[in-house]
């Protein structure tokens, strides 16, 4: 056995040194990554035919497994650690009483969940862009790109400074107490600077993202963490701040963020070809971009405001209190695990925009394989675990008897949603990096909107179900956009996206080099 062992890695030491003789000389003026290196090296393992077929594919799955996960963890870990950072400020202010903690539940979750959707949203353009440029070595188009996004991000920002400034009377208009809404208005005029904020993290984000640089991020988010729990403690116990000292802290953590990661740009070796400063490049292509940000953000926001829509629901049914506990704990349980779902949803647009962006057609193909694999492995793990500690596990959340047992009934249900969140939002990661954006919007309007909410809420009040109504219609919805997703990922013919990339990159890359010879003309 250890002769066969050693003959095989004898084999894999052989074939590596094959294909790296076949590399190019490395350019003088940009020093490839080892995970450049490993892109090319992964296409011509999948082309060579030396090997049989199953060795082959055994010896590229342990390359590009080491490749997903080296982007899969600290990705995860970075939106874990800014959901805790957002979530902390609410516990905080809970221990000042429950009008402030309504107060800060509906800021958080209310109004500025519309601003984080849309620039989450809008930034994913860069997403496309950057991770292809990058993958066809046009690295000084990631830096105009990066700066063409944050003057549309600020620019979509402004218009959100008056729904903050009036969210007093939008959320009377809702429905909501003047105690509480008033209470929500001051916490929300704490967090406009958090707007801005936004609008430079994710396009610095995902340029950062489209070079496989995560774990920087990752560390950054990890000190602010701490320097944001210990400001919020002094703001709220020491110096009597209140509810928008809170929300203040809050966004003075993510300008705290931008800019670690923007001096991390400026200092980092490994940003020197990427970033080469600012341009008046910039502004040239911005309704283009428009068009692609747009799609993104419609995108994104249908899908968080899908969930937000089945909890109002739920609002309305009989037995509110145990309705809205049950579904509650439910989507709590969710959506800490969503944040698995985000670092595959991440890597999985690296990958396949890199891969386009290099012209490796094999490589996209095999890395969407990968990657989906994997993440509906976990996730069928992580349904098991939930299926047989069922009855134990809503009690981590509730001391009520009737709001566990309600959970315990809805825990099959939410064992199907995470399965499904093994699979969808990793296609939507491969439908951003391909630049798929504006179909999967279409898709999620249709699935969530047209399907999803009007069969949730059918079953729940026609049919009684309650509920299991609601999470049942989102099962119909998520799922079908699950089957088309698959669907037309399964029928694409990745050379033809190779060729689609290639030519999205050149049309930016004109526009942008016709301003800056009109630039030039003028000077």
């Known amino acids: 056995m250890e002769n066969v062992n050693q003959a095989n890695q004898e084999e894999i030491v052989n074939h590596r040194a094959n294909i790296n003789n076949k590399e190019p000389p490395k350019s003088d003026h940009h020093e490839e990554s080892d995970s450049m290196a490993q892109r090319s090296k992964l296409e011509e393992m999948l082309s060579d035919k030396s ?30 650690l800014n959901n805790v950072t957002s979530t902390s400020t609410q516990v905080f202010c809970g221990h000042l009483g429950n009008r402030e903690l309504a107060a800060a539940a509906l800021g958080n979750n209310g109004i500025q969940i519309l601003a984080f959707g849309l620039m989450l949203g809008m930034g994913s353009a ?41 969210s007093k009377p939008i959320l009377l208009l809702l429905g909501q107490k003047k105690e509480v809404a008033s209470a929500a208005a001051l916490f929300v005029y704490g967090l406009i600077p958090q707007i801005f904020a936004y609008a430079a993290n994710f396009p610095i984000q995902k340029f950062l993202q489209a070079q496989s640089i995560i ?11 701490a320097f944001h729990l210990l400001l919020t403690w002094l703001a709220l116990f020491k110096w009597n701040w209140g509810l928008l000292g809170g929300s203040f802290v809050l966004s003075f953590s993510w300008i705290m963020i931008v800019v670690a990661q923007f001096v991390y740009i400026l200092v980092s070796a490994k940003c020197k ?12 292509g911005l309704w283009d971009f428009f068009k692609l940000s747009s799609s993104s953000a419609v995108m994104l926001c249908l899908e968080l405001w899908y969930l937000q829509v089945m909890i109002l629901i739920a609002g309305l049914l009989p037995d509110t209190e145990i309705a809205l506990g049950s579904l509650a704990v439910c989507v709590t349980i969710l959506g800490w695990l969503f944040m698995i779902s985000a670092g595959f949803n991440a890597a999985a647009s690296v990958r396949v925009s890199n891969e386009l962006g290099a012209g490796h057609s094999k490589s996209t193909a095999f890395a969407v394989l990968v990657v989906t694999s994997s993440s509906t492995l976990i996730a069928l793990v992580i349904a098991i675990f939930l299926m047989a500690y069922r009855h134990v596990l809503s009690y981590a959340f509730t001391s009520g008897k009737a709001i566990a047992d309600a959970t315990s009934e809805l825990t099959p249900l939410l064992a199907i949603s995470i399965v499904l969140n093994g699979i969808q939002p990793v296609l939507c990661g491969v439908a951003v990096g391909c630049g798929w954006q504006r179909f999967v919007a279409y898709v999620n309007i249709g699935c969530y909107y047209a399907v999803g909410i009007p069969l949730g809420a059918l079953l729940a009040f026609r049919f009684e179900l309650g509920a299991k109504g609601i999470w049942t219609g ?9 089957l088309i997703l698959v669907w037309i990922t399964v029928r694409s013919n990745w050379v033809e996206e190779v060729e689609k990339a290639r030519k999205r990159l050149e049309k930016w890359r004109d526009e942008t080099d016709d301003h800056h010879q009109a630039v030039n003309d003028i000077h």
């Open 474 to 482: 989102m099962l119909g919805g998520t799922g079908l956009q699950t």
């Open 51 to 80: 090997l049989p077929r199953l060795r082959r594919l055994r010896l590229a799955a342990g390359m590009e497994l080491k490749t997903l996960f080296r982007l899969a963890a600290p990705a995860c870990v970075v939106y874990l």
């Open 215 to 225: 774990f920087p991020s990752a560390i950054i988010s990890a000190v602010v963490l």
């Open 126 to 166: 860069v997403e496309t862009l950057c991770g292809q440029a990058y993958g066809a070595k046009k690295y000084e188009m990631l830096g105009v790109y990066m700066q063409r996004s944050t003057i549309l991000l600020v620019a979509a920002g402004l218009p959100l400074v008056l729904v903050y400034i009036f």
């Open 273 to 284: 070809q990427t970033w080469i400063g600012f341009s008046t490049q910039a502004f040239s």
